[in-house]
């Protein structure tokens, strides 16, 4: 596996989880907004398999799950090995997904191997591929949508929300598509060296809370991410 970087602890990223977030290379969207445009192309990686994996065997006992990201992580041929071998070693795993690889997205699930599901919605229907930045199967992302939302498996959805790309009416149209998920997370938008387009925005606090009203009808749960309560 190609991998780019280890988070070597985090208490945030998998729920009731006290994890660490491996990031493998590449990604087959190119999102404006994205914060790890640096490793959107699968290179060789900066950190060996072995060296990983040595420092999951030192972490039992301390670390209890291992949080799959990227980039897209099922976009790499041998992401099942990768996280059957995380597995192995006792770790509970969390896999985050654009959801545009719904049968690898299914296996992983029914064989065991995730424990834990954060899919990106990027956008309603219509701006998808704006969104996406390149051209997608949205019946892939809506089957993901569908399967996480028959409750084989823990999931969240989730939205980075950027002023340019986000209005009501998509956050209205994106309630439709995931009415009656358990959770769902709005994240604005932050800026970084490595987001693909400059000159982006967040919304403010009040916006974002505006959205939020708008999407209770469809998802009782929806949160803020940072947001308190």
Known sequence: MKISGLQKTTLLDFPGKVACTVFLSGCNFRCP???NGEI???AEGEIPEKEFFDF???RKGILDGVCVSGGEPLLQAGTEEFIRKIKSL???VKLDTNGSFPEKLKSLVLEGLVDFVAMDIKNSRAKYERTAGVHCDFSKIEESIAFLLSGKVEYEFRTTAVKEFHKTEDFIDIGKRIK?????FLQNFKDSEFVLQKGLTPFS???LQTFKRILKPFVPSVLIRGENG
Do not use: S, V
């Open 180 to 184: 009656g998920a358990k959770r769902y």
């Open 205 to 207: 606090d009040d916006e």
């Open 33 to 35: 907004f994205c914060q």
């Open 56 to 58: 999951l065997e030192k």
């Open 90 to 92: 006792g770790y509970a």
């Open 40 to 42: 959107l192309d699968i």
